[in-house]
Every structure is written in C-alpha cells, then in structure tokens.
C-alpha cells in the first residue's frame, strides 16, 4: 500500500548531538511537511517542500534544517538538539500546495533528549 | 498563531453516546479539515468541508460549517471505545495551521 513511512518510530540522542530523522513516501506527492508536535499540543509546521522548493516557517529555529534529494525522501536534521527539543516528529505528504488537499501522515518519530 | 482552536478540550463519553466537538477560526476560509490521531501516532483524514457547504455526512461522522460564526463541530454519532483518539481541526491558507485538539475518551 502507498503510505509515508517514518525511520526510526524512536530516537534517543544526547543533547547537543546532532541527530537525522528519515521520512519516505511511495505515494509520489509533490509536497512534503515537518512536524513538531509536543505532548498534548497541536502539531506545528517547521518547514515543507514543494517539489525541490523550500519553505521555511518564520518561526522555525535555525537549529533545524532539511534536505529532499529526491520525490520520495525528506530529512529532518537537528544540529544541536536541546531539551526543549524532545517532541514527536511527524511527516505529512499531499499531491500539490493549496487548497483543499489533504494532508497523508507517516507515524511520527519520537525523539528524546538526553 | 493558531488558527483553530478546539472545545472542548477533552471529553468523557459513554460507549453508545454521540459525541461532538467544535472547532472555532479567526479569518476566512476555503475549506476546513478533521483529523483524528491516535495516541503516539500520525494524524489521519477523516472529512473535509468546503466554505460553500453547510454540513457533511461521512459514515458516523457528521460536520457543520457555519462561515458567520467562523465555527465548525464534529459529532460522532453511535460512539465505540476504537473512537478514542485526539481531534484536530485544520484551517486552509498558505499552510494548514491545525488547532490544539479535542482529546476524546470513549469508556466500554
């Protein structure tokens, strides 16, 4: 079935340790969306590709940054993780920006700061 | 900031019982999303609504639209304890913007 898969469902890193969470899709979807959603909050938009364009939330700190090499791959990489960092990571794909579409999750990866 | 925002913020049902959960906005919209996520989990679609639609029927899930009162609720009707989950609601623009969630608690 064609899904959004996220690697690995948890992370453990040590705080100030650079870490990379992995998102993947088959449903060949041009958008693709990070996630940060903390315990009991809403998930909160970090950044999204729109094919090879990126697009950074204003609020998004500079600590976290992404890469897509390709349709069907996006990263995640926190440089410095800090405590207030730990949160459950979620990737989201839809077929084209706007209105209307609707978002495909994967299950999310949680991360944890040691 | 948020554009959705959910009331309440959690809820307490009976197996059986009908559940409804309402979701109020600040500007205008194209159309209005439900997300339901289950704990530790990604969010999944359950319906969209249009601004030009009123109400929306999908399965046991019926939504309302009312773009007067920038609100819009969620009922599930028939509630079952696999109905336990968060649900979000998501505004359209730019991105979508989701609210904070109504946490829902179906007992057996």
């Known amino acids: 079935d064609a899904m959004v898969i996220q690697n690995p469902r948890y992370q453990v890193t040590q705080f100030g340790k650079p870490v990379t969470l992995s998102c993947s899709q088959t449903?060949?979807?041009?958008?693709m969306y990070w996630y940060q959603q903390k315990s009991s909050q809403a998930p909160k938009l970090l950044f999204h590709y729109y094919d090879k364009d990126f697009n950074n939330e204003a609020d998004t700190p500079d600590n976290f940054q992404s890469r897509r090499p390709n349709t069907s791959f996006c990263f995640l990489d926190i440089r410095s993780p800090g405590l207030g960092d730990a949160a459950m990571y979620l990737c989201a794909t839809s077929k084209v920006e706007g209105s209307g579409e609707k978002l495909f999750f994967g299950s999310g990866t949680q991360l944890s700061v040691l | 900031s948020q554009q959705g925002e959910e009331d309440p913020q959690a809820l307490s049902i009976q197996e059986g019982e009908n559940a409804t959960m309402n979701c109020s906005y600040k500007t205008s919209i194209n159309n209005l999303q439900w997300y339901r996520q289950n704990s530790g989990r990604g969010l999944v679609h359950l319906i969209l609504i249009r601004s030009n639609e009123r109400e929306k029927h999908s399965g046991r899930l019926r939504v309302t639209l009312d773009t007067s009162k920038k609100s819009s609720s969620l009922l599930i009707t028939a509630s079952r304890a696999a109905d336990t989950a968060s649900y979000f609601c998501?505004?359209?623009?730019?991105?979508?913007?989701f609210g904070p969630g109504t946490r829902l608690s179906v007992l057996p």
């Open positions: 998501a505004t359209d623009g730019e991105n979508f913007v």
């Open positions: 449903l060949n979807h041009n958008v």
